[in-house]
């Protein structure tokens, strides 16, 4: 069984739309992030959610919104999409806030035309 | 300036070849993660650590906190452990992470 899933795998759009990427994880964990991957290969945090609620949220722009409906899925929306957002946007979730293992999505590959 | 340095960026190695990458970190951390990444994109996490050493296979991670230093190894390296590693750090304060710029691992037949 598939710990943390994303879903797209591949996401192709053209610049102005808006996308979401879906996170779940099934290993009952309370804490669920989301990174951005460069073309470099470096890693960003870009939010974190802890029992539904944000505690992470760093300076990205406000085109990005996370949303957890529930403590197993976080998803990442994306408005006006521009050609800066092409990256590999990885989700991930752990047991507890920090100092603990992080479990990682198999990523989502964004291409903005 | 990087509060999380890695060196080698890149290193390639004969198949059984020992391979040592090296993280140095400058904030304090209440943990250290050591990250892999495949060629096909996936990350997977090898170790966590605050003190000492742990060792899994082939694997093994050693941390000086006094020093602000980690390192990972490979023994008897293998084509498969081509891969991007990764550091990482959890500071003491706050809920950050803090990522290295990865090294890349080519180990060659």
């Known amino acids: 069984d598939t710990a943390v899933s994303q879903t797209p795998k591949y996401l192709v759009t053209q610049m102005g739309n808006d996308k979401s990427i879906k996170c779940e994880q099934n290993?009952?964990?309370?804490?669920m992030y989301w990174y951005k991957q460069d073309s470099k290969k470096f890693l960003k945090i870009m939010f974190s959610?802890?029992?539904?609620?944000?505690?992470i949220n760093e300076t990205v722009p406000n085109r990005f919104s996370p949303k957890s409906p529930d403590k197993a899925h976080l998803n990442l929306h994306i408005n006006s999409l521009e050609l800066g957002d092409s990256a590999v946007y990885f989700c991930a979730s752990s047991l507890s806030i920090a100092g603990v293992t992080q479990y990682f999505g198999p990523g989502t590959r964004l291409t903005v035309l | 300036k990087n509060e999380v340095e890695q060196s080698p960026q890149n290193l390639t190695a004969q198949e059984g070849e020992f391979i040592t990458i090296n993280c140095s970190y400058s904030v304090g951390i209440s943990a250290l993660h050591w990250l892999q990444q495949h060629p096909g994109g996936g990350i997977v996490s090898l170790f966590m650590?605050?003190?000492g050493k742990k060792k899994h296979g082939r694997l093994i991670a050693t941390i000086n906190i006094q020093e602000k230093h980690s390192s990972l190894h490979i023994t008897a390296s293998h084509p498969r452990d081509s891969a991007v590693y990764i550091c990482?750090?959890?500071?003491?304060?706050?809920?950050?992470?803090?990522f290295g710029t990865g090294t890349s691992l080519t180990v060659i037949p």
């Open positions: 650590l605050s003190s």
């Open positions: 990482a750090v959890s500071p003491n304060t706050g809920n950050q992470f803090y």
């Open positions: 290993l009952g964990h309370d804490t």
């Open positions: 959610y802890n029992n539904k609620e944000l505690i």
